[in-house]
């Protein structure tokens, strides 16, 4: 099937010219390319159309799960028909094994795993496998760490078709071998039931149900049926079950792995005894001993992903396999906000690799254990192939990887230009800042403030709180729901300032802002760079009234370069929208209108239509458990800022029964 992208819009401004620019490029043999796109020039909508054009199965690459999220959520939008996948780390909390020497202190693994992040991997996997084509996975750089082998994945792949001859009991021993739970009750993912020479199956993910009818040993029939009411739905000719878990293997595969354990141990205490520490001997005897009689008993064992060479039949020091590997070899890979992607990528394997020496040099996990790892940055860029970096500032790599070919995306469809950038002296830069803060609040605007740590957030939201300004703080330490809150909350007009550090950059999707203030604009350094500034900027570039200030005691070069490339940039924006009589328009987040609407007017319209939506004739109780059961579809869905709006109108139905009671 092919790539079928579902759009009101067409290409506009300089994205044609950019798709054009791109696609001709990967014609012609290049196999890396560079899309510089400003903020707000619709790069998603550009990527969208190259993979289309193109064909091919497609891996977008994000640097964090919400990100991945909102790239997620806007693909699925594009391409309604195709295979959009979603593959991130499916911890909820994580906690890795340590030891610190220095202290003489072990750290148990402790993880909290998403059970609906797990499903969408597995359907990310059985997606790739089953030979589609039309296929776009989003993920964040957890694709890079291991996973199980994708033979071994595909080799414990049960295919059933109508007509074919086999014993039902060697399909519930295949059931089993792939990871499923045979039930009495209700069915549940990877669960079956049998009932005479009916067997019922749920898939791993997606909630699909089949019902297997034989006729002796030949399957008669096929159906989709209800997992509930246990209905018919569709008549099949033929079904692929998929594992219930990416780590499956063969039983052989585990023998041959058991015994190759028991062999390394040896090896490893032997090692220990050579040098008088039997300390270190004593604990990995009993540490694999334990493990290996939980494999044989139950199958696995905590941590039995530090053994996964021995399950992949692996060489020692090889690389893991990763999801990757289930791509077939002309697949697209696009890097989304690369300049910061790339450097995260580079950095995984010395991070794995210093926790991990410790652990095996005292004795409690074997050597094999370093090769359960994520790959080294050689061993990524021998995997990928044809290669699309997009960022609006991209790195000295990416350049270098394009060979020049280097597409510059400026024109926005909105007509916006990116915003002045000013230099003010930090001498009185809390009264001017406050000016400016206090005018734009009239307007109804919303400001972001930058800072270089995050006390000084911390402190500067203190101070403001004392001069009346409505604000919030966000940095490392706040978690991932509640900066989605923070930020919905601040289009939603509840505070006008928001102050942070790095976290004010890639990503952020704020139309309400029109003021960026970047204090200590002149302290050089990796949050001061032409990258980072020309970043922090459009945040305000989907503004009509946007401004950059920058506070500083004096002017550097890195501030004289973003000044001027900023204004390169808004020359051609004005031109192009003087020849073609465009007139900017207010931008907003990916789906919605672009109407000139303020924030304040399309909060109550989302309120409102989230009120007329429900049955106002139905009992408060019905419409609390109505908004919490949207809330929580909401969020299965990964859309965090719907979730966090069904649960603002449940808190409001829960007080409006509060005060009836009363």
Known sequence: MDFKLVSQYQPTGDQPEAIAQILKGFEDGQECCTLQGVTGSGKTFTMANVIQSMGRPTLVLSHNKTLAAQLYGEFRNFFPDNAVEYFVSYYDYYQPEAYLPATDT??????????QIEKMRLATTATLLSGRRDVIVVSSVSCLYGIGNPADFHANTLTLTVGQIINHKQILYRLVDALYTRTELELTPATFRVKGETIDIMSAFGGNCYRILFFDDEIEAIYSIDPISGHKLEQLEQVNIFPANLFVTTKERIAEAISQIY???GKQIAFFEKEGRAVEAKRIKQRVEYDLEMIKELGYCPGIENYSRYFDGRQAGTRPFCLLDYFPEDFLLIIDESHVTVPQVRAMFGGDKARKENLVEYGFRLPAAKDNRPLRFEEFE?????TLYVSATPADYEIIRSEGSIVEQIIR????IDPPMEVRNATNQMDDLIEQIVQ????DEKVIVTTLTKRSAEDLATYFDRMGIRCRYIHSDIDTLERVEILENLRAGMFDVLIGVNLL????DLPEVSLVAIIDADKEGMLRNVRAITQIAGRAARHANGLVIMYANTITKTMIASI?????RRDKQIRYNMEHQMMPRKAHKSGSTQELISPQTEAQNIHAEQLLSYDTKADIDTLIAQAQSDMERAAKSLDFLAAARYRDLMYELQKQKEQGAK
């Open 505 to 508: 950059r890639e990503g952020l």
């Open 106 to 115: 072990y750290i148990e693994k402790d993880l909290s795993i998403n059970d």
């Open 382 to 386: 021998a995997l990928t192939g044809t």
């Open 413 to 416: 469809p909105t007509g916006l």
């Open 564 to 568: 001027e490339e900023s204004n390169r």
């Open 263 to 265: 062999i390394d141990m």
């Open 440 to 443: 734009r609040a009239q307007r």
